[in-house]
């Protein structure tokens, strides 16, 4: 207890442990190739200690099949749903910057297919909410993932 019978706060040492005012800086849904030096430079953050970035990159095989050809689509919503997304991080962790692509139309083997990233405070949140950000985005963002394998067979999955 502090003086007068009143709990004592403890004072925030710096604002940048807080997060930002405005730390949604880059959201798309985008037929064009990823950047990471853009979705980098998008969460830079002077308040940030740790920046934490997630890839997803087309791979040759699924489920032990060859994959020939790849293409994602997306619903109109899609870049809402990922804003909504991105605020669910956002409220949870004490965000610095936030950023998230996704990549629709054609795609080849080792193109990206995905790249987020959250800069916070520190290390192990901004490893939390960029997992956060990347599993929620894959599980409710409308994007799916047409892929054909080698063998001629085709499936759709929800991306």
Known sequence: MGHHGRMARTPIDHPGELAAEEPIRLLAVRDAPLSLDEVFRAVADDAAGGTALFVGTVRDHDRGADVAALSYSSHPS????????????????????????????DLAVGDLAVVVAVSCPHRAEAFAACRKLIDDLKHEVPIWKHQTFSDGQEEWVGA
């Open 78 to 105: 899609a870049e809402a749903e990922l804003r909504r997304v991105a605020e669910k991080v956002v409220a949870e962790f004490p965000v610095r910057a936030l950023a998230a692509v996704h990549r629709v139309g």
